[in-house]
């Protein structure tokens, strides 16, 4: 079972960074592609960004040029380097670990972590 933590949200006024980090547990994270998700109140859990294994980055139009994901296999961590903060980027962010085929294939989530931008 792999289990995946997200932590680093908080509030930041509009305009500023945040750095969030998502560390992952029980399996073989270099495996895996990473994303990450966000959900606002009222609204449909939405792509942000996500990242292969092999490294190659996907994202979402309305955070392109702003946020940066990467990862770290050494250390089984995947981060979402978030610039420019809008108050439409308030959202709980969730992590995600996926594999589609094969061998350990699987879908796993983290609990989320709150960020809010509001000035």
């Known amino acids: 079972q792999v289990h995946v933590v997200e932590s680093g949200g908080g509030l930041v006024q509009p305009g500023g960074s945040l750095r969030l980090s998502c560390v992952t547990s029980?399996?073989?994270?270099?495996?895996?592609?990473m994303g990450w998700y966000r959900q606002a109140p009222g609204n449909e859990r939405e792509f942000v960004a996500d990242?292969?294994?092999?490294?190659?980055?996907n994202y979402a139009d309305s955070v392109m040029g702003r946020f940066t994901i990467s990862r770290d296999n050494a250390k089984n961590t995947a981060y979402l380097q978030m610039n420019s903060l809008k108050p439409e980027d308030t959202a709980v962010y969730y992590c995600n670990a996926r594999r589609l085929w094969g061998s350990n294939a699987g879908n796993f989530w983290g609990q989320g972590t709150q960020v809010t931008v509001s000035s």
């Open positions: 990242i292969t294994s092999g490294g190659n980055p």
């Open positions: 029980g399996g073989y994270f270099n495996i895996y592609d």
